[in-house]
Each structure stands twice: as structure tokens, then as C-alpha cells.
């Protein structure tokens, strides 16, 4: 394989890196399939729902229109829910969510008030502003483990109109899944139609004053459609008003140093007829304040049928609030693993949403890839010696390849002079250098892409790998050789998701790259191989900010190559074609 094809192979892998890490910047903004009403400061009320099931009979067009009362007063209280993997609060008004913090390696709160928070259930009609729900909790404590595994708060209110709303919580001890039963009552005298809205919201551009906040913050609005094998996701200052019977919403969250790709999901998944997702955007302004603050918000709404006197609607959904361990998500049976982003080959995923382009889900390669690393770290509990073993085995796996990579260079090396020769000869007709260098391979029995064959093969698993590292929740604040920090850095790898902060095996791997690049048989013009002795340096630079367990797979690679190059050499097993042969052929 010459230098140029190397430096092309070299080229196509940052190419998949760079555009995995750029592509979202430039992902198309979606046509809404559906735009909702004017936007307000309050939570947003789209308009009707397609197929949206009758419970009951339409009311009459003449019915009255039910006169406004004052709901029962409820005192303000909150319910406190522990349980083995979070902490939350849920509140008397609307059942809002004023707190859930997840013990996910160290506290991760995913609520933040009056930024990052949920609105609970408010009761929305035609002529009357939003109406929440003073909701009586059936209990103020909630303690799940082993022997407690499940949890229900109760909660019953009315909206002042005659409609009584009632929800049930259920909370699991082993699982970020909750499940919420609902079922709204008329208890008026004349039928109603109403709709019921619950919104998470997020700021699209995180206030200074707050930017120290230790939580999650969203990055994305994530949703799946019916029958899609590809999630929509969309950057919050992108939000786009709709609403749909999508199978979940959710805001995708990363930790600060906030990402590309998130680790943490807030979803909201329906599941009964009638309950639909809704993605908007908002724009607010603070008392004596100019600034105008955009807010992305997420959402299901229920459009509730007309319900005679005494009748009642009931339906199911439920939500999500944890990390995106893609067992943990696949296991629901709603495709919510789908919110993890794996990108796609050739095309990134959202050239294949958005302009219905074919391409290959990453998904198939780099899950096997996890689960074998996961394998590994069963036996050993260190995901930096996992990286080691898997690229160990790799090398060995591909070392026949190896092998025919070297033996075919060596005689493409022994060969160089010959055609050489023939291009100084034939510089003035292309097609006939083109016939008698194939000519010459064919008679020498050298393959000139056989060069390449490994680094074809190591492509996708660097690839893989990149993408692993990037998304996968198991590495996160995963430490490799950690002595813990040191004038507040990090000393040495103390999470593999992450650059080095020393950049150490950066430059490691740069040095071993230029060793490899020595010891490699120098084909073609003597210039672009000095040339190509700068590639060390161009990707030592570009490596320093990528996931240092990427590094250390890739450096780790190097040496092994090297090993391999000098065993082969020692055991003469690269086979040299002799010049004067080579001529005499020729």
C-alpha cells in the first residue's frame, strides 16, 4: 500500500470523526408536520389531535357552557420519594416535579426550578385561560428497596369547572420508569370537552448565572414517530412547534462540559389513544428586563372527549428520567433506545430523517461492540484494560492480514524502481503505464491494495469504538489509571470518555505513529515520504481532545503493529523480490 492510499485510509477515519462531531451543527431544521396556535408564556395548547378516539357522546351545540367555581382549596405539600437509584418531589400544584436527582455515580439532578422544570397538569378550555390542578396527596413519604420494590402516590383535583382530575404515581425501586394512571371526571351538569397539558421546559441558551448548575442540562429534543426506525432530534434553540401521536418526546441531557451527544434522557412516552407528544418553542420576558429568553419545551397533551354528566375518560402514559443505558431503554419495548444518537454510514442519521437518504445505523456495529467490552469488564473491573484486551484481540484476530499486508508492501517496495522505470518511459501515454504496471503486478504475483487490507478492516471497529466511547453512559467517569487530581487536574485518566488532561497519551500515540511510519517500506517518491512523516504531527493535534480511551486504543494499535512488523522481519516472514529479477522480468 503506498503512502498516498495510507494517508487516504488515515484521511477517511478523521473524516467519520470529524463528521460525527460537526454534522449535528449543520442537520437540517424538520418542517413541522403540524403548527399549533399562537405562542404564549404559558404552556403551550396545539391544536386538535388526528384520530383522537370519542369516549362518550359529542355534546350538543346548544349545551351551556359550564360556569367557572372555585376549586376545593388544597393545602400546598410535597411528596418525597427515595428509592435505590433517585431522590424526588412532587408537588401539590398540578403534580409538579420539583426535584429528581439521580444516584447515578455521584448526584446528577435533572430539575432544576424555575430553569429546568416540569409545569404539571394544567386543564385547558376554549375561552379560559390555563388552569392548574390542586392536586390532595394521598402521602408526603415514599421509601423503596428491596423489600418495598413498589410505590403509588395518589392524587385527586379539580379545576373549578365540574372536571375532576385523578392520577396515580407507581414508582419502582429498580427502574427510572414511572407509571401514571389517569382518569378525568365530569361531575358538571352540562357535557365538556377539554384537553389536559403537562410541559417540561428548558432554556435553549443556559442563563450565566446558573451556568455553575452540577445537573444535566438538554441539549437536544428528541422524539420517535410512529413506525420510524430513526429518532428526530433537533438543538433546543431549534425546537419546532408540533404535535403528533408520536411513540415518546424527550429532552437528550449531558453533564458539564456539555457535548454533542447526552447521556441522560427525560422522555415522556403515551400509552393509550388520545394521548399525544408536543415539541414547542417559547420566547419570554422577565419583568424590568429587555432580554428576550427562549425555552424549548416538551410535552404530552390529552384531548379529552366530550364527557356527559358523571361519565369519565381514562388513559396511561409514562416517564422516564435516567440514564440512557441502552439495555435499560431497549427493555421497554417502545424504541426509546432510539434516543441514543449511534449516526449512521455513509450519511450521518439526520441526512437519513430528513431527506430519506439510505444509510447503515452505526447502531449494528457499535452495540457488539459495547456488549463485548462489557464482557470484559465482568473480568476485569477497569474499562481501560477492557479497551487493552479488545484491542489485543483484535490485532491478533487480523494478524494473517497483517501479514499480507507486509509481504505485499515489501514487493511493491522491491518493485518501485521497476515502475519507476516504466513511468519515466511511458510519462507521454497513461494508458499504456496503466496496462504494463498491472502487467508487471501480475507477473511478480503482487496485489497492490494488499497494503491495505488491514486498515479497511480497522476502520469500521475505530469507528465503532469512537462511538462508543461518545455515547455509551457505561464509560462515563470511567477511570483508566486514576491517582486522583492534582492542582485541580486530573492525574492521569480518570474518565475514558473524556481528552487527557495532560495530554500524555496524545503525544504517546503521535511517537508511536511516527515509529510505525519509519519502520513502514517506502514506496513512490522519496519527497512524499518525508511529507507524510508530518501526519504524526496533524493527528497528535487532532487526537488531543477526543475521548482518551479512543487514544489509547489507537496507541496502543501502533505498538502492537510495531511488534508485529519486527517479529516478521526477525522470522523472515516478508518476502523481498530481488531488484535484478525484478528488472530481468520486467
Known amino acids: 500500500m503506498d503512502k498516498r492510499t495510507t494517508l487516504a485510509l488515515l484521511l477517511m477515519a478523521a473524516l467519520l470523526m470529524v463528521y460525527q462531531l460537526f454534522m449535528p451543527i449543520f442537520m437540517p ?28 357522546p359529542v355534546a350538543p351545540a346548544t349545551a351551556p ?70 392536586f390532595a396527596l394521598s402521602t408526603e413519604a415514599i421509601k423503596l428497596d428491596k423489600n418495598t420494590p413498589t410505590g403509588e402516590l395518589r392524587m385527586v383535583g379539580e379545576d373549578g369547572f365540574g372536571i375532576r382530575v385523578s392520577q396515580v404515581l407507581r414508582f419502582h425501586a429498580d427502574t427510572y420508569v414511572v407509571e401514571h394512571e ?42 420517535l414517530p410512529q413506525g420510524s426506525i ?10 419546532a412547534d408540533y404535535v403528533g401521536e408520536d411513540r415518546w418526546v424527550g429532552f437528550e441531557s449531558a453533564v458539564a462540559p456539555v457535548g454533542q451527544n447526552g447521556v441522560y434522557l427525560t422522555a415522556l412516552i403515551p400509552k393509550s389513544k388520545g394521548v399525544g407528544v408536543l415539541e414547542s418553542r417559547r420566547e419570554s420576558k422577565k419583568e424590568n428586563e429587555s432580554a428576550v429568553l427562549h425555552a424549548a419545551e416538551i410535552g404530552v397533551r390529552i384531548a379529552v372527549p366530550a364527557l356527559e354528566p358523571g361519565k369519565a375518560w381514562d388513559g396511561q402514559l409514562q416517564s422516564y428520567l435516567g440514564p440512557m443505558e441502552y439495555e435499560r431503554l431497549k427493555a421497554l419495548g417502545v424504541g426509546l433506545e432510539k434516543a441514543i444518537y449511534f449516526g449512521g454510514f455513509p ?4 441526512w437519513a430523517v430528513h431527506y430519506g437518504l439510505p444509510t447503515f445505523p452505526m447502531e449494528y456495529i457499535v452495540v457488539p461492540t459495547l456488549a463485548i467490552m462489557r464482557w470484559f469488564y465482568h473480568f476485569v473491573p477497569n474499562y481501560g484494560v477492557a479497551i487493552i484486551v479488545l484491542t489485543v484481540i483484535t490485532k491478533v484476530l487480523l494478524f494473517p492480514l497483517t501479514v499480507k499486508s507486509m509481504t505485499s508492501m ?32 501480475r507477473a511478480h504475483k503482487v496485489n497492490p491494495l494488499g497494503g491495505c487490507l488491514p486498515m479497511i478492516v480497522q476502520v469500521p471497529i475505530f469507528y465503532a469504538l469512537y462511538d462508543a466511547l461518545s455515547v455509551s453512559v457505561d464509560l462515563q467517569n470511567a477511570p483508566f489509571i486514576c491517582f486522583g487530581r492534582i492542582f485541580g487536574i486530573d492525574f492521569w485518566i480518570c474518565d475514558l470518555a473524556r481528552h487527557d488532561p495532560t495530554y500524555v497519551l496524545p503525544i504517546l500515540m503521535g511517537i508511536s505513529m511516527f515509529v510505525q511510519q519509519k519502520m513502514t517500506p517506502v514506496m513512490g517518491d522519496p519527497r512524499q515520504a518525508k511529507m507524510m512523516l508530518f501526519m504524526p504531527v496533524v493527528f497528535t493535534f487532532m487526537f488531543f481532545n477526543l475521548p482518551s480511551g479512543l487514544v489509547l486504543y489507537w496507541t496502543l494499535s501502533n505498538v502492537l503493529q510495531i511488534a508485529q512488523q519486527k517479529y516478521m522481519e526477525r522470522m523472515g516472514k516478508t518476502e523481498k523480490v530481488p531488484a535484478a529479477r525484478a528488472t530481468k522480468k520486467a
Open 347 to 350: 450519511f450521518p442519521e439526520s
Open 410 to 441: 515489501k514487493a511493491m517496495q522491491a518493485l518501485q524502481p521497476q515502475i519507476n522505470a516504466l513511468r519515466s518511459k511511458h510519462k507521454s501515454d497513461p494508458q499504456r503505464l496503466q496496462r504494463e504496471t498491472m502487467e508487471l503486478y
Open 29 to 56: 431544521e424538520p418542517t413541522p408536520e403540524q403548527k399549533p396556535g399562537a405562542k404564549t408564556e404559558a404552556p403551550v395548547s396545539p391544536g386538535p389531535l388526528p384520530s383522537t378516539p370519542a369516549a362518550g
Open 65 to 134: 357552557a359550564p360556569s367557572p367555581k372555585d376549586a376545593p382549596a388544597v393545602p400546598e405539600r410535597t411528596a418525597v420519594i427515595e428509592t435505590p437509584l433517585y431522590h424526588a418531589a412532587v408537588a401539590t400544584t398540578g403534580g409538579q416535579v420539583k426535584a429528581w436527582d439521580l444516584h447515578f455515580r455521584g448526584e446528577k439532578p435533572m430539575v432544576l426550578p424555575g430553569t429546568l422544570d416540569n409545569a404539571g397538569w394544567v386543564v385547558k378550555r376554549p375561552g379560559q385561560p390555563p388552569r392548574p390542578i390542586a
Open 230 to 239: 430513526w429518532a428526530r432530534r433537533e438543538y433546543l434553540p431549534k425546537a
Open 182 to 223: 389517569l382518569k378525568v371526571e365530569n361531575r358538571h351538569t352540562v357535557a365538556q370537552a377539554v384537553e389536559l397539558v403537562q410541559v417540561w421546559s428548558a432554556p435553549a441558551e443556559w442563563p450565566k448565572a446558573q451556568e455553575q448548575f452540577t445537573g444535566t442540562r438538554p441539549i437536544h429534543v428528541v422524539r
